[in-house]
């Protein structure tokens, strides 16, 4: 079954206690985006790969990193997290050219920090 | 840059009323537009795209868009809701340099 997964879905964690999130998708798709969703905010892009060893900042960028070793693996690095990281995340990844152009997004990682 | 406003943040409407969801974009280059649907506790899920051809596009669960380029619109519409269509709609445009920008979401409340 063609899907993005995302680890973990849910996590609490305290101020300044680095984290990674894992993202993984099984299309061979070259794009790979993350995103942070917040109330009347909607989807604000952190950061996008074009391809592999290929990553650029999106719009709120600050406070994250990322990389892209592998094809189908982007994982979101916090390396201190801060409460204004508290958000819903979400990994995406299409085609970079061709059809389709939709971006297909994973289940969502819920994170808190205290 | 391009952005992208969807005009009302809450629609309530009552089972099996119509239902119009309304997004205006800003882009002076040609975009591909879409509309993704996100029920509680989930991922975002696509309904519909436009790429081209036909303005009027129809999509999954019985909704449909329609591409208005003189007015940059792409509102999405249904002839009737159902109880379980409440969720949070969003609409995206994407340029063919793979950025893509998001509304700030629709929040549809169908109530019986």
């Known amino acids: 079954e063609a899907q993005v997964t995302q680890n973990p879905r849910y996590l609490i964690t305290v101020t300044g206690k680095k984290l990674t999130v894992t993202c993984s998708q099984n299309?061979?798709?070259?794009?790979m985006s993350w995103y942070r969703q917040d109330p009347g905010l909607g989807l604000r892009q952190i950061y996008y790969?074009?391809?592999?060893?290929?990553?650029d900042k999106g719009d709120v960028p600050e406070g994250y990193k990322v990389s892209r070793k592998e094809k189908r693996n982007f994982p979101l690095i916090l390396e201190s997290p801060s409460p204004n990281q508290t958000s819903l995340y979400f990994c995406?990844?299409?085609?970079?050219?061709?059809?389709?152009?939709?971006?297909?997004f994973g289940p969502g990682t819920r994170l808190t920090v205290t | 840059a391009q952005s992208v406003t969807q005009l009302d943040s809450q629609v309530p409407v009552f089972e099996e009323a119509p239902v119009e969801l309304r997004c205006n974009y800003s882009?002076?280059?040609?975009?591909?537009l879409f509309w993704y649907v996100q029920y509680p506790n989930q991922g975002l899920q696509l309904l519909l795209k436009?790429?081209?051809?036909?303005?009027l596009v129809k999509g999954i669960n019985g909704f449909e868009a329609e591409f208005n380029k003189s007015q940059t619109s792409f509102h999405l519409r249904k002839p009737s809701v159902h109880i379980s269509d409440t969720a949070e709609y969003f609409c995206?445009?994407?340029?063919?340099?793979?950025?893509?920008?998001f509304g700030a979401g629709t929040r549809l409340t169908v109530k019986p």
């Open positions: 995406a990844s299409s085609l970079s050219i061709g059809l389709p152009l939709e971006q297909y």
């Open positions: 299309m061979n798709h070259e794009y």
């Open positions: 790969s074009m391809n592999v060893e290929v990553t």
């Open positions: 882009s002076s280059v040609s975009v591909y």
């Open positions: 436009y790429l081209s051809g036909s303005t």
């Open positions: 995206a445009v994407r340029r063919e340099n793979n950025d893509m920008r």
